[in-house]
Nanobody, 116 residues
Framework: QVQLVESGGGLVQPGGSLRLSCIAS????????MGWYRQAPGRQREMIAT???????NYADSVKGRFTVSRDNTMRDLFLQMDGLKPEDTAVYYC??????????WGQGTQVTVSS
């Protein structure tokens, strides 16, 4: 069974930066989309950033210009550079990988807290 493990979360002051990593236990075949999502208390999970097999990235308006998604060339690992963090970015962040057949793999999440 493939596992996705997120890391890099923590407590940071407003304006600070964090870099999240999502490492897969093995390369998943036929991945065509990878992404980061987040869920704040009392809110639905929302898409933050995605990157497809061609390297094209897409961002939620709320993070555009502050967050940068990247992946390794093997399509195994996924990263999220978060700069200019705001208190409203506080949430549990999840990574996802989706195959061409529509099957999704999810990590367990990493907590990001932005507070002074």
């Amino acid at each position: 069974q493939v596992q996705l493990v997120e890391s890099g979360g923590g407590l940071v002051q407003p304006g600070g930066s964090l870099r999240l990593s999502c490492i897969a236990s093995k390369i998943i075949l036929k991945i065509n989309l990878m992404g980061w999502y987040r869920q704040a208390p009392g809110r639905q999970r929302e898409m933050i950033a995605t990157i497809n097999s061609e390297g094209a990235a897409n961002y939620a308006d709320s993070v555009k210009g502050r967050f940068t998604v990247s992946r390794d060339n093997t399509m195994r690992d996924l990263f999220l550079q978060m700069d200019g963090l705001k208190p409203e970015d506080t949430a549990v962040y999840y990574c996802m990988q989706k195959t061409v057949w529509g099957y999704e793999y999810w990590g367990q999440g990493t907590q990001v807290t932005v507070s002074s």
